[in-house]
């Protein structure tokens, strides 16, 4: 996904990662591909639980929802993906992708999620 994680805080559990889109991801208009951006969240989100159950579990999307608040331009982001709540069937999620400063915010998702057992890594 070319993303790099940043920084974890386990008190918000939030996990903050940094993501550049291949140039093969612009659009004609001059922004990353909306999936892309839906990717970056995911990705971001997914993280955040992964993080704070310090990699016991991984979530299982049920759903995810994304709202694009600006055109999404090339270069460096920054995400922030947090768990707003984890119970035994059911964990909650929400992410945001800014600019790299933080200070602009292009794009936020929420997702519902099952959290699964992370599967052995296959060599």
Do not use: W
Not at 15 to 36: E, H, K, N, S, Y
Not at 69 to 94: D, H, Q, S
Not at 97 to 112: C, K, N, Q
């Amino acid at each position: 996904m070319g993303s790099e994680i940043v920084d974890f805080d386990p008190v918000s559990e939030t996990v903050t990662m940094r993501f550049v889109a291949p140039d093969c991801f612009i659009t004609g208009r001059g922004g990353v591909q909306g999936g892309l951006v839906a990717g970056f969240l995911d990705e971001v989100m997914g993280r955040a639980h992964v993080h704070a159950t310090k990699g016991t579990e991984a979530p299982l999307n049920l759903d995810i929802s994304m709202s694009l608040l600006k055109l999404v331009p090339p270069g460096p982001m920054l995400a922030k993906g947090r768990v707003l709540r984890r119970g035994k069937r059911a964990i909650f999620l929400e992410g945001e992708l800014y600019d790299p400063s933080g200070e602009v915010i292009y794009a936020r998702a929420t997702s519902t999620a099952i959290p699964t057992p992370v599967p052995p890594q296959v060599a």
